[in-house]
């Protein structure tokens, strides 16, 4: 299982150092489902005395017996599990009474026990403030899929306010440990996988290296009983009581109605009400803001609405509108998928672009997003705020030969002038794509190019 924990090395030397720390800890872990925070806490946990805990969507009594025969096991003390505790706390003091070592304890999946019992907050932090706060014994990690609940359990107005000692969010995994999942294919297979799994480790196992991608995404997508063909409904059913207007939202975004007027109009949702749906999909990391990379935060006029998470993107623009023939076990959905996933894979190039620029910085810059006003846009604009240097880049998910080249560079310079920001920084010009031709020519000229072949090498020197 050790794929699970590719790119997970930071996590876990946090919570190492939290473990050797000789202080009273309690880490809050959270993070979307299926984005590998349990074999996180699991994997943290071996060769180290502890006890881990799944809560379960059942009455509070059921959970406390069982986290108490957990216990009981872990202390190999038959007369603990014959006690009766009233409460949490109860527990919680007697078993921190027994342990002689530093003890890791997860309780996974906390909001279930929030959910069958409201007074469980107020609860750990009478724990807390009175037990484990004064004993260094026990490291307390609480772990949670609900990423609205999980902040508002952190949250100014909730009982455990202050309480934590660390917090970690589990995100998807970058695209260059993505495609670590996925050694049986070749570069350009691993990013088209990517388009429609994102970088969740689980959804990533669902693709079979002996078949190849297409057929994989008709198996685990566009068949009703795979994984990944009822997920998405599940994980927002889950996450909303009433998810009739957020599919209505995340399906306009997927078409392309990206700012709120046009989400509004195609959705038919009043206008008073829409900006809080937003900001709750906003709050599980399905959809982010984004503004001209040139502009003040002062001034963000200028804003739309985008996926950050590409399962999303993808289930929204492909599966979510053909549910009716892929339930009917037609082929036409998936069909038609094949004759537009290139061009949909434009926008998810970009963001591999973007993590490339990130990860192994060849030219340097502070800030890096989209640009765009009234009809002209540059893909991405990075600014180099101390040395007053701008670069824009053009991504291609194609393969380039010459006279392309020269002329997207002449495009990019044209549509440069229309970009405000510091007249006298100095321009430079990028193009990134699939597969480009004679790249050094281009390079002897000024220029930065660079294609798949680069970004690999570079990523994988920079890990070294």
Known sequence: MIQQFINREEELKILEERFNSKKPEFIVIYGRRRVGKTELAVHFMRNKPGIYF??????????????????????????????????????????????????????????????ENNAIPSEFQK?????????????????????????????????????????LEIKPVSIFNAIKFLKGYSIEDRIRAYGCTDGIPLYLKQFDPKSGVLEN?????????S?????????????????????????????????????????????????????????????????????????????RYVFSDNYFRFWFRYVYPNKTLIEKRDDMAFASMKKTYNMYLGVVFEKVVSEFLWETKPFRFTRLGRWWHKDKEIDL??????????????CKWANLTGNRIRKLFDELKDKSFFVDWNNDAKKHYVIIAKKVDNKEIFRKEGFYIFDLEDMVTRTDKNKE
Not at 147 to 155: A, D, P, Q, T
């Open 381 to 394: 604009v990075a600014l180099n705020e101390y040395e007053n240097e701008i670069f824009f880049i053009e």
């Open 54 to 115: 799944l809560a379960g969507e059942k009455a509070n009594a059921e959970n406390l017996e069982e986290m108490k025969s957990i216990m009981a096991d872990f202390l190999k003390n038959d007369e603990f599990r014959m006690i009766k505790f009233e409460n949490w706390a109860q527990l919680f003091k007697s078993f921190s009474g027994k342990i002689m070592e530093r003890t890791v304890v997860v309780i996974d999946e906390f909001p279930y026990l929030v959910k």
């Open 227 to 303: 994984l990944l063909y009822g997920e998405a409904d599940f994980l927002l059913r889950q996450e909303f009581r009433e998810p009739a207007n957020y599919f209505a939202i995340l399906k306009a975004i997927s078409f392309g109605y990206i700012k709120q007027n046009e989400i509004v109009t195609y959705t038919n949702i009043d206008k008073s009400i829409i900006s809080k749906y937003i900001q709750n999909l906003e709050e599980i990391r399905i959809i982010t803001k984004e503004f001209p990379v040139t502009e003040n935060k002062e001034r963000r006029k200028n804003m």
């Open 217 to 225: 995404i008709k198996n685990v997508f566009f068949r009703k009983d």
């Open 127 to 167: 724990i807390w403030d009175m037990h484990l706060s004064k004993d260094e014994k026990i490291m307390l990690i609480i772990v949670g899929s609900s990423v609205s609940m999980m902040e508002k359990l952190l949250g100014g107005k909730s009982p455990l306010f202050g309480r934590r000692t660390a917090q």
